[in-house]
């Protein structure tokens, strides 16, 4: 079951008035915050709480709402192991066995790695049911999903004590045979039990057919002296004993090898508080380790334990995807592991697991999946930039550039995106037409076409600077090329309405540029805006109003009066660029020495600092 956003408002009020008031309180406090885990806790609580507390004679209305909500919340977080079982021994007290046993399917379903939630699942079934292969095929599943877990010794205790019942010897000879091969915890205290039972098993019990026979032709060709069958029996159980003793050392040495990781693990079950940092790089580093020993099903198995604890960063459910994808013929798998990050767990405000999911689904030939994932994406985050921009690139490699060009004037025409957003789709649209098509030119008449329109929008003068710095000159082209770049720069400077920080940045650029491609040569011209400074003097009066102590006051590029920032206006009637911007306030004039007080100061400053000697 999937949770449905909102769909909590929509269950009918199971209780008394009194009762119902406060009810609608709490379901109204989980609408307005769905995320929140409290305000579901305390939903849960108070339905649980109908009519005193819920029975098999409880009115069907209580029982149909609190049945309800705990689908829901259960829906919302399915990882709350402790809950199904609250859940399950509800429906006992309700409805009886079969009602528990389907939520505990439903439960064990959600969480399959919860060594508790299965030990309470069998330890239930043993209760309830006295079909002895039922309950045994129950223990085996269980064993199946939570068996390698470090600390499955509760589970497995209940197994043994299940046959212990039954007085099934060779059952539990068995159980403790694959035991004493899974590093955890409490490896030791099951190998003296499987030792100590050894000893009266028959052989073949012991070990695999094979190894017995290579072991009793060891004894029997040993011919220094003639032996009974008694003698060849207990030369065997010596070589048994020291063939399960290896499997015990090596057992120990793995698990030492996890010890370390394991104990920085202090919460391996789900919560929806964050991890600290130290639990993260626990995980990381548990993580390499097993994918370095090379074991599949082992680190297949950590990863799924580490996406409970961390089950709302991306971050894992992202490594275990590309994991899982570098395995031969495990394309199913990888779908599973983003459908389920996608669907369940990772919240819709970190996009990136589910860019990812649609970008593998284009990669299986699967389009049309792709695109409808970036829909669902843009339905639960409208206006979500980085969707849009990797739907628009989805289209451009499946139908063509026009595709996505349609892509973004779809969305810059739409009401769901603000102005920032509309901006930077307009570069990126410039974009396309540069870098895909070829053409500057119509790169550049849509950048100007909408310049009036994006003058609050960082993202839209950023790309334009961008794309103007990067067009290639030549000797020939480069004064018409620099002359392009200084006004667009003024303009920036005079008449966008970015904030001053956000032009100083954007100078920055610029003044790189100087630097880089400027030349020593002054241009003269009547008309003082078209006039030239060689790069390194235009770069020093930047440098000065930018980080100067000029550039402290209200804005960099506008002019201040008294305590009034005038924009100056992008709208200059026959003119395609503003005015060169009033100047800055002037520093102190700098103070004149004479060439030989300059000298004689410069050289006590040298002999100071150690730089003359």
Same mark, same amino acid.
């Given at each position: ?15 008394? &008035? ?14 307005? %915050? ?10 849960? @609580? ?15 209305? *209580?029982?149909? $709402? ?8 259960? *829906? ?12 399950? &021994? ?9 009602? /528990? ?25 043993? !209760? ?10 129950? $223990? ?22 299940? #046959? ?10 068995? =159980?403790?045979?694959?035991?004493? %091969? ?22 073949? #019990? ?34 048994? !004993? ?5 499997? $015990? ?32 790089? %626990? ?26 604890? *961390?089950?709302?960063? #991306? ?34 405000? @970190? ?7 649609? +970008? ?10 792709? @695109? ?15 969707? =849009? ?40 649209? /410039? ?9 500057? &030119? ?54 966008? +309405? ?32 078209? *006039? ?11 440098? +000065? ?69």
């Amino acid at each position: 079951m999937v949770y449905v956003k909102g769909s909590v408002a929509e269950v009918p009020l199971g209780g008394s &008035d009194e009762e119902n008031i406060e009810l609608k309180k709490l379901v109204g406090d989980v609408v307005e %915050n769905e995320d929140e885990y409290d305000g579901w806790e305390k939903l849960v @609580r108070a339905a649980e709480a109908l009519e005193g507390g819920l029975n098999r004679n409880s009115s069907p209305q *209580a029982i149909a $709402f609190t049945r309800e909500i705990y689908n829901r919340f259960l *829906a919302k977080f399915p990882l709350f192991f402790g809950y199904w079982k609250k859940y399950a &021994d509800l429906e006992f007290s309700i409805a009886g066995t079969e009602a /528990a046993d389907m939520v505990y399917e439903r439960g064990v379903a959600s969480i399959t790695n919860s060594v508790d939630l299965w030990m309470n699942y069998c330890a239930f079934k043993v !209760d309830t049911c006295h079909n002895t292969e039922e309950i045994r095929e129950l $223990f085996e599943r269980g064993a199946m999903c939570v068996g390698l877990d470090f600390l499955a010794h509760p589970f497995w205790d209940k197994y043994i004590e299940f #046959e212990e019942r039954l007085e099934a010897h060779d059952k539990i000879f068995a =159980i403790l045979g694959r035991i004493i %091969n899974i590093p955890m915890h409490q490896y030791s205290r099951y190998f003296e039990r499987y030792r100590n039972l050894a000893a009266s098993r028959p052989l073949n #019990e012991l070990v695999y057919d094979s190894v017995l026979v290579q072991f009793r032709t060891e004894v029997e060709l040993d011919v220094t002296r003639i032996k009974s069958e008694l003698e060849i029996e207990r030369e065997l159980r010596a070589r048994i !004993d020291n063939f399960h003793l290896e499997i $015990f050392q090596r057992t120990q040495t793995e698990t030492t090898k996890r010890w370390t990781y394991e104990q920085e693990i202090k919460r391996p079950y789900f919560h929806v508080t964050e991890l600290d940092e130290t639990q993260l790089v %626990n995980w990381r580093k548990y993580l390499d380790f097993e994918e370095a020993e090379g074991d599949f099903t082992r680190t297949v198995f950590l990863y799924e334990r580490c996406l409970v604890a *961390a089950a709302y960063y #991306e971050e894992f459910w992202l490594r275990f995807a590309r994991w899982m994808y570098a395995q031969e013929g495990k394309e199913e798998e990888v779908r599973n592991i983003y459908a389920r990050a996608s669907a369940l767990y990772v919240p819709i405000s @970190r996009p990136a697991v589910r860019l990812q999911y649609a +970008r593998f689904e284009e990669s299986t030939d699967r389009i049309d999946v792709s @695109r409808a994932i970036h829909e669902a994406i843009l339905d639960m985050s409208p206006g979500h930039l980085e969707t =849009i921009i990797s739907w628009a690139n989805l289209e451009r490699r499946q139908e063509g550039l026009d595709a996505a060009i349609n892509v973004y004037k779809t969305y810059i025409e739409s009401q769901d995106c603000g102005i920032y957003v509309q901006g930077a789709m307009v570069a990126e649209w /410039a974009r396309l037409l540069w870098k895909i098509k070829g053409s500057v &030119d119509e790169a550049r008449q849509v950048f100007k076409s909408n310049e009036q329109y994006y003058l609050d929008v960082p993202a839209f003068w950023v790309n334009y600077l961008q794309f103007e710095l990067q067009q290639p000159t030549s000797a020939a082209t480069e004064a018409e090329h620099y002359e392009r770049i200084k006004q667009l720069h003024r303009f920036i400077r005079s008449s966008t +309405r970015l904030a001053s920080e956000t032009i100083k940045e954007i100078s920055q650029h610029y003044m790189t540029y100087l630097l880089e491609r400027g030349t020593k040569d002054a241009v003269k011209n009547a008309n003082k805006d078209l *006039a030239k400074d060689p790069a390194a003097k235009e770069y020093m009066k930047l440098d +000065r109003e930018a980080n100067g102590r000029s550039s402290r006051t209200p804005a960099f590029g506008r002019k201040r009066y008294s305590d009034k920032v005038e924009v100056v206006s992008a709208r200059l009637p026959g003119s395609t660029f503003p005015p060169t911007p009033p100047p800055m306030p002037r520093s102190p004039p700098p103070l004149r020495y004479s060439r030989s007080g300059l000298s004689s100061r410069l050289s006590r400053l040298f002999l100071v600092s150690g730089s003359i000697v």
